[in-house]
T-cell receptor
């Protein structure tokens, strides 16, 4: 069975500082991993995904994520946070070994960037 | 949100009433999905469709029904059997189901019970 954990409900960071939003996963095979962002009363926007290859994935709005197979993690990072990055962030996983298996989403982490 | 529209933005349901949420996409995607979002929880899959005239139950299908008569459209009906329908409903689509396909989301419909 697939599962995703986002261990922090809330992350607070000062504007200009680096940010990290954590995600760990569990799948039986190899994972496809995704990050989405949600602004209030809006749908989810795709940020980036890991399929295979380079462990550091670059995405939209200056975000990047690092895939670590040994730690089963896929943490989202940004070198310098903006106030406009404040939103709800979701990690999602799909098990490569089960074609047709759907996404499992984490519970979300609320990021607050303080001016 | 581009390419996927959901209507209405807000919907009010009376006790015992069925209501239908609209989802339309112009991305020529084969697969479409309905999720329910509750505060503090991740998204939970209600139904998904990999192709026209075919759909499968997700994790929380009870009290919901769908149809997929056209590639562009995947309406969700919240029936009176759904006893706790208050939530934010998100529709998504992808080129195909499964694999490495990215899902793209609509803007959502918030359903409230009167």
């Amino acid at each position: 069975a697939q599962s995703v954990a986002q261990p922090e409900d809330q992350v607070n960071v000062a504007e200009g500082n680096p940010l990290t939003v954590k995600c760990t996963y569990s799948v039986s095979g190899n994972p496809y991993l995704f990050w989405y962002v949600q602004y209030p009363n809006r749908g989810l926007q795709f940020l980036l995904k890991y399929i295979t290859g380079d462990n550091l994935v670059k995405g939209s709005y200056g975000f990047e994520a690092e895939f670590n197979k040994s730690q089963t993690s896929f943490h989202l990072k940004k070198p310098s946070a903006l106030v406009s990055d404040s939103a709800l962030y979701f990690c999602a996983v799909r098990d490569l070994g089960n074609y047709g298996q759907n996404f499992v989403f984490g519970p979300g982490t609320r990021l607050s960037v303080l001016p | 949100d581009g390419g996927i529209t959901q209507s209405p933005k807000y919907l009010f349901r009376k006790e015992g009433q069925n209501v239908t949420l609209s989802c339309e996409q112009n991305l020529n995607h084969d697969a479409m999905y309905w999720y329910r979002q509750d505060p503090g929880q991740g998204l939970r899959l209600i139904y998904y469709s990999q192709i026209v005239n075919d759909f499968q139950k997700g994790d929380i299908a009870e009290g919901y029904s769908v149809s997929r008569e056209k590639k562009e459209s995947f309406p969700l009906t919240v029936t009176s059997a759904q006893k706790n329908p208050t939530a934010f409903y998100l529709c998504a689509s992808s080129v195909q189901a499964g694999g490495q396909e990215t899902q793209y989301f609509g803007p959502g419909t918030r359903l409230l019970v009167l």
